[in-house]
């Protein structure tokens, strides 16, 4: 009868899961530069896929998964680990970090939208206005950066990649929550996922960027080394199971904290300058999506 993360037991990964992520978009943002994006995303999931077979191995998961799995181990990674991850990338050479966290914040919507499509899960009016409030917070925040730093900069953009970024990780997050995703090892899943991503992030980088390029600082391969293992290895089963045990919605708790992390990180190493105009875009956008959330879980609590 709960629909709380807090009731359900799962506080601990949620935490994690929220604390690890909220740091990652100012880490990401050190790997663009000598590397291109798309080369640095294939380092990133050849590491986490090699970390993560490690991990399915040690739990005494096994790595033969079959036809269907690798199927849909294929799907995720094509989602979450070849578009999703390229299109982030990129969106962060245009926007701080903060607001590229803050528009993944809307995560929920497409969710959301996704869940009622194929599941047949409904809407309420609350939920709606509420993600209508976010919508228009983010929308502030986009004329604010457009005011702020120009058409030139490309802002319009970066939130166009977010968005299509959004989109592609919907999908992979509406996938955990279908019955058969149940049946294959979480660990095993994603090291395959990680693995063909990895692979066909790598043709696409030698296709659009040549061959590849390394970095000789040692921050780029510790941030890499962070945002593999940290990043994904250890928080990737948790918010995939935190799906399959809570749903789509309420693991989306954590897209309300995550951006107001990421945002004071980014005020304090990208020198982000708030104004009266992008302070309401971010009270807009996060009431938008505590009206929203509190709508979906409240029914859900009733219908428990």
Known sequence: MTSSPLRS??????AIVTLIWSST??????????????????????????????VARMSGASLVIGRRGLLF???????????????????????????????????MIPNSLMTRLFFGERMSRAFVGGSLVAVAGVALLFLHEYRAI???????LGFALCIAGVMCASAANVMQAMPFARTVPMTSMLAWAMAIGALLDALFAWATSGPPVID??????????YLALAGSVVTFPLYFRLIQRIGAGPAAY????????????????EGYRWTPLAGAGVLLALTGMAIALRARFGKASAEA
């Open 9 to 14: 037991g799962v506080a601990v990964p949620f």
């Open 150 to 156: 120009g058409p030139a900069a490309q802002v319009p």
């Open 254 to 269: 954590t897209s309300l904290l995550i951006p107001v992390l990421a945002m004071g990180i980014s005020t304090i190493v």
């Open 25 to 54: 978009w100012i880490v990401i943002r050190d790997q663009l530069g000598t590397v291109p994006a798309s080369w640095s995303v294939c380092y990133r999931f050849a590491i986490a896929a090699i970390g993560m077979a490690v």
């Open 216 to 225: 000789p600082r040692a921050g780029y391969w510790l941030g890499t080394l």
């Open 73 to 107: 181990a294929s799907m995720v990674g094509v989602s979450q680990f070849v578009l999703n991850f390229n299109l982030l990338y990129r969106a962060e050479t245009h926007l701080t970090s903060g607001l590229v966290a803050l528009v993944y914040a809307l995560l």
